[in-house]
């Protein structure tokens, strides 16, 4: 180190400077240490340049001497030699601490010269921007207390296996929420196979016994449940009932029931019968009897079923109501239906009615009051103006009905 820098960090080095933090300050020191690179260099070289002069002077002296040391004053007494010029090399250069001094060391011989040198390294160089003399600054104010940031573990999602796991921040720097995307694992080869087990005992051979059997409502579930044990089993059974099936066709017509009792109020008497067959008139206008072949009521009345009479075993007045479901092939015709009592035609029940068309049925029918004692005979007659004409029945089902071909009511009224 020269003098003058030595001079330079003694007056300075009690000022104690800070470092600055500052690119500023790194790019000044970076330039301050090349200076002093290169300061060292020159002071290395000019050294060797010293070194070598010196070398030459003590070159020329020993030439003038002699290598015999004899001669003084620089004359020969005898006879004198010239000296042989020597050989200079630089050897190595080694770095000494700051502050030591810098030397040049021979540690060859007279004529073959190796120079060793010991130069000192610079002491370290003042922080700061600034231009001359630089002093410390003033220590900066404390900066504001941080916030202890909150970390919550938000969603984990599973991927395929190979793709690349995340984990992602969804809050903020001071409200962390880490999403993590983990990937599958690969699917692991197959292992080996295991070591077969050791034989059960033998099993017990179990009774079975159906317990009982429960019906719930359609649409709930049929369960099987073991009210036993494993080996004695008492299975209970619950069916739920089936849901109602579709109407089937219309089945062939029932026996006649046995007459009801009728709980009529006014004389208690009540006449009420069918028929469902397809009847035809015996000639064109000319009455035919109809025939009835079921009895639905007849409390007060006889009469044989498939028969044409009636016969009253009571006494009082009765509302009639006679109806046909008739029509007649090859075109128009007129109807007429009558009640004989006692082979009489009753007043009021002649009903006459045209039917306008071969291809549709139409009801032809009648309502009337008339006076029955014990034993009346009473007989229900039709005509057609067409001796095709005809009465027949209807099964309606779709309302699970039928229309009667022929329908006699009769209620007694006091």
């Given at each position: 180190m020269s003098n003058i820098s030595k001079t330079l960090y003694k007056k300075y080095k009690p000022l104690n400077i800070e470092e600055k933090d500052n690119d500023d300050s790194k790019e000044y020191n970076n330039i301050r240490s090349r200076f002093l690179s290169i300061l060292l260099w020159l002071l290395l070289l000019l050294l060797l340049i010293g070194a070598i002069i010196l070398s030459s002077s003590a070159l020329a002296i020993s030439i003038k001497n002699g290598n015999n040391n004899a001669g003084v004053n620089n004359t020969c007494n005898n006879t004198c030699v010239n000296g042989s010029s020597p050989n200079v090399s630089v050897g190595f250069t080694f770095t000494g601490d700051p502050g030591t001094d810098a030397s040049v060391v021979d540690v060859g011989t007279t004529n073959n010269l190796i120079l060793e040198?010991?130069?000192?390294?610079?002491?370290?160089?003042?922080?700061?921007?600034?231009?001359?003399?630089?002093?410390?600054?003033?220590?900066?104010?404390?900066?504001?207390?941080?916030?202890?940031?909150?970390?919550?573990?938000?969603?984990?999602?599973?991927?395929?296996?190979g793709t690349n796991a995340t984990v992602t921040n969804a809050g903020t720097p001071t409200n962390v929420i880490l999403n993590f995307?983990?990937?599958?694992?690969?699917?692991?080869?197959?292992?080996?196979?295991?070591?077969?087990?050791?034989?059960?005992?033998?099993?017990?051979?179990?009774?079975?016994i159906i317990g009982n059997t429960t019906t719930t409502s359609p649409g709930t579930n049929a369960t099987v449940t073991n009210a036993g044990t494993p080996t004695n089993v008492i299975l209970n059974f619950t069916i739920p009932t089936g849901a109602t099936g579709s109407t089937g066709s219309i089945g062939p017509p029932g026996t006649n029931g046995?007459?009801?009792?009728?709980?009529?109020?006014?004389?208690?008497?009540?006449?009420?019968?069918?028929?469902?067959?397809?009847?035809?008139?015996?000639?064109?206008?000319?009455?035919?009897?109809?025939?009835?072949?079921?009895?639905?009521?007849?409390?007060?009345?006889?009469?044989?079923?498939?028969?044409?009479?009636?016969?009253?075993?009571?006494?009082?007045?009765?509302?009639?109501?006679?109806?046909?479901?008739?029509?007649?092939?090859?075109?128009?015709?007129?109807?007429?239906?009558?009640?004989?009592?006692?082979?009489?035609?009753?007043?009021?029940?002649?009903?006459?009615?045209?039917?306008?068309?071969?291809?549709?049925?139409?009801?032809?029918?009648?309502?009337?009051?008339?006076?029955?004692?014990?034993?009346?005979?009473?007989?229900?007659?039709?005509?057609?103006?067409?001796?095709?004409?005809?009465?027949?029945?209807?099964?309606?089902?779709?309302?699970?009905?039928?229309?009667?071909?022929?329908?006699?009511?009769?209620?007694?009224?006091?």
């Open positions: 040198f010991t130069i000192p390294r610079g002491e370290d160089g003042l922080n700061g921007n600034c231009t001359g003399f630089c002093v410390n600054g003033t220590n900066g104010s404390n900066g504001t207390d941080g916030v202890s940031p909150t970390i919550t573990i938000g969603n984990t999602t599973t991927t395929s296996p995307t983990i990937p599958d694992g690969a699917t692991g080869s197959t292992g080996q196979p295991g070591t077969n087990g050791t034989n059960g005992t033998d099993g017990v051979s179990p009774t079975i046995t007459n009801g009792v009728c709980n009529c109020t006014a004389g208690g008497s009540i006449l009420f019968s069918v028929d469902n067959t397809t009847q035809t008139v015996s000639a064109a206008n000319v009455l035919t009897n109809v025939t009835f072949n079921r009895n639905i009521y007849t409390t007060g009345w006889t009469h044989t079923v498939s028969s044409t009479i009636f016969t009253s075993t009571t006494t009082g007045n009765f509302q009639f109501y006679t109806d046909i479901l008739c029509g007649a092939t090859g075109g128009s015709s007129t109807f007429l239906t009558v009640l004989l009592k006692n082979g009489v035609i009753i007043d009021g029940s002649a009903q006459v009615s045209p039917i306008m068309s071969s291809s549709i049925l139409q009801h032809v029918n009648s309502h009337f009051i008339t006076n029955v004692v014990v034993n009346d005979i009473f007989i229900f007659q039709m005509a057609s103006s067409r001796a095709t004409g005809q009465i027949s029945s209807l099964n309606l089902a779709s309302i699970l009905t039928t229309v009667y071909s022929a329908k006699i009511y009769a209620i007694q009224i006091n």
